[in-house]
C-alpha cells in the first residue's frame, strides 16, 4: 500500500511593489540629463511647476553635480587684441550663451571656479566677472602702482568642492613689480572688501 505524499504549503507570491510614478521616477530621470548642455535643465524646468522646484532646488543641484563630477564647459574666454583698447570674449561651446559675453577695454587675466578676472588695458583696475550670472564685481585699485604684474582669482568659500562657486566669496592674489625693482604681492578679499597689506 502506498503511502500519500504529504502536501507541499502552497506559496503565495508576495503582492508586487506598487508601481512608481513619473513624479517618483522624474528625478532620477533628470539626474541623467548630460550636463555638457545645460539649457536642456532650464527647457526641463519649463515642463511644470514640480520639476521647476526639482531643478532649482539647492540640494538637488549639488546632487546632479556630484552624479556628473566634472563641470560642463560652458566656453573660453580670450582677449582680442585687434581692438584699441582689448577686448575680453566669451566663445561658447554649448547652446550657453550669456547676456553679453564681449568686454570691451578688458583684458583677460585669468578664469577658474565659475569667475573671469579681467584688467583695465591701461592702469591696474581689475573685475571679476561671473559669466553665468552675468555679474560684474569691480575691484578697488590695488594699494601700490606696478609696472608689470599678474594676478588670479580663487575661491575664497570653506570646504568648497569647487563645482558651484558662483556668489560665494573669492579671493584675488596679485604679484607685481614696483619702481626700482622692489616686487610685492597683496592679495583682496571679497568679504572683507579690501586688499591685504
Known amino acids: 500500500m502506498d503511502t500519500p505524499m504529504p502536501k507541499r504549503p502552497r506559496l503565495v507570491p508576495a503582492p508586487a ?39 532649482t532646488d539647492p540640494a538637488y543641484l549639488r546632487r546632479y ?8 564647459m560652458l566656453g573660453f574666454v580670450l582677449n582680442l587684441k585687434q581692438h584699441y583698447q582689448g577686448m575680453a570674449q566669451l566663445v561658447p561651446t554649448s547652446s550657453f550663451c550669456p547676456a553679453a559675453s564681449d568686454r570691451p577695454d578688458l583684458n583677460v587675466l585669468d578664469a577658474r571656479h ?37 594676478a588670479v582669482v580663487l575661491c575664497a568659500a570653506v ?8 556668489g560665494g566669496p573669492f579671493r584675488v592674489a596679485f604679484m607685481g613689480c ?8 597683496c592679495t583682496y578679499s571679497s568679504k572683507a572688501g579690501a586688499w591685504s597689506q
Not at 65 to 72: C, D, N, V
Not at 159 to 166: A, E, K
Open 17 to 55: 511593489p506598487a508601481p512608481r510614478t513619473i513624479a517618483d521616477m522624474a528625478p532620477e530621470i533628470l539626474l541623467r540629463l548630460p550636463p555638457d548642455d545645460p539649457t536642456r535643465l532650464v527647457r526641463a524646468s519649463l515642463v511644470c511647476w514640480r520639476w521647476r522646484h526639482l531643478l
Open 65 to 72: 553635480r556630484a552624479f556628473h563630477r566634472t563641470p560642463s
Open 114 to 150: 565659475g569667475r573671469v578676472l579681467l584688467h583695465t588695458a591701461q592702469g591696474q583696475r581689475l573685475v571679476v566677472w561671473d559669466p553665468v550670472k552675468g555679474e560684474e564685481f569691480k575691484i578697488p585699485r590695488v594699494p601700490a602702482y606696478a609696472l608689470g604684474f599678474n
Open 159 to 166: 570646504g568648497c568642492d569647487h563645482l558651484d562657486c558662483h
Open 178 to 185: 614696483g619702481e626700482h625693482g622692489i616686487t610685492f604681492a
